[in-house]
DNA sequence: AACCTATTCAACCGCCCAAAA
DNA sequence: ATTTTGGGCGGTTGAATAGGT
């Protein structure tokens, strides 16, 4: 049996809403409250849907709001609890005082969702591409190993050229510092040319065919610190300690181009020091959060949300903030 | 200056679920 | 027990804007 609409869709206004609009709207809630959306257009004087007036309220008008960016912080946790629980978006808008489920949306698939494919780990399994084809990769024969392996290439060309080869003028300067270990094939930055750019898909290559081989291998040139408890302070969770979902850690320091280039802390998180216990309070902190009935619902993005032993690449923090041209 | 393309984000849609009738 | 209703949620759309050619 279908519902009746919720207001008549010939005798209501849609699209922008004006600001004198949102002053009807705003004066009458704040004398008379939220308690029938049905009836509140009606009263105030709106040619709106009920349901239009809850979500300009809600995701806009609401005074308690926070418009404007997000903070490095905010991002980091709605990474971190992405990685858990998925695209339960008023989950991790809950954890982020001001944020709307809505903006929270809008930001990952708009920014987020592209920065983390730039540092190439897959939004959805918060793994790294290379691990996930590694991990396809053993259900699969040799040769069609190879076939995967092109295939991917390319699915990722795009994105690894550019992490690999991009122009960053003061790069070379770099290297005879010390700050910024190399990108994934390590070795001095040349502007690309034609040959560069050979040598690049034959690095991509090598890394491919060594991920696929050895999935649980540490990528060249920088050994993963194992020992790294970075410590993140967590919204909404009583003490600070290392935030490791999904194998991952999110380090303290900052997502965004504050400080001194920091980027999130790409130590690695080996599965056996650091995930279970802050796995559990980190978890139990969300289903603390989550309503009784909902507690058993499935994880969207499933299966293993603890799942460990994962690698990031390697990558400066230019990039993981200017991913992909 | 004009046009085209990409990005952002407010708003809408349709489904789900719990509570009320 | 069944149906109706209201509210919440995640996915998607499209207008506005920014940036590039």
Redesign the pocket.
């Given at each position: 049996?279908g519902?009746?609409p919720?207001c008549e869709k010939d005798n209501v206004k849609?699209?922008?809403?004006t600001p004198e609009e949102d002053n009807k709207l705003s004066s009458y809630i704040a004398q008379h409250g939220t308690?029938?959306?049905?009836l509140i257009p009606k009263n105030a004087g709106l040619q709106r849907?009920?349901?239009?007036c809850?979500?300009?309220w809600?995701?806009?008008l609401r005074p308690d709001l926070k418009h404007g960016q997000f903070t490095d912080a905010e991002e980091q946790t709605i990474v971190q609890l992405h990685s858990v629980v998925g695209?339960?978006?008023?989950?991790i808008a809950a954890q982020l005082p001001g944020r709307t489920?809505?903006?929270v949306?809008?930001?990952w698939?708009?920014?987020l969702k592209k920065k983390l494919s730039g540092m190439g780990i897959d939004p959805v399994t918060h793994k790294p591409f290379s691990h996930l084809m590694a991990e396809i990769a053993t259900t699969l024969a040799p040769p069609q190993v190879a076939h995967l392996a092109e295939a991917a290439l390319g699915c990722f060309k795009d994105e690894m050229l550019h992490l690999l080869t991009k122009k960053r003028i003061d790069f070379q300067h770099q290297q005879s510092g010390t700050t910024q270990s190399g990108n994934m094939g390590g070795g001095a930055y040349v502007p690309h040319k034609h040959d560069d750019k050979d040598n690049t898909m034959e690095k991509i290559k090598l890394g491919f065919s060594r991920a696929i081989q050895e999935p649980d291998m540490q990528p060249p040139n920088k050994p993963w610190d194992t020992t790294g408890a970075t410590s993140v302070n967590f919204p909404g969770v009583s003490s600070t300690f290392p935030v490791s979902v999904s194998g991952y850690q999110y380090g303290s320091s900052s997502f965004g181009n504050e400080g001194e280039g920091s980027q999130w802390s790409q130590s690695m998180c080996t599965g056996s020091t650091c995930t279970a216990e802050h796995h559990i309070q980190l978890h139990k902190k969300i289903e603390d959060d989550m309503d009784e009935?909902t507690r058993g619902k499935d994880m969207?993005n499933g299966s293993d949300i603890f799942s460990s032993d994962c690698v990031l690449w390697d990558i400066p923090s230019d990039d993981l903030m200017n991913p992909t041209v």
């Open positions: 049996m519902r009746i919720c849609r699209g922008q809403w308690r029938n959306w049905r849907c009920g349901k239009s809850r979500l300009r809600t995701n806009y695209n339960r978006w008023s989950l489920d809505n903006d949306k809008n930001h698939n708009t920014k009935d969207r």
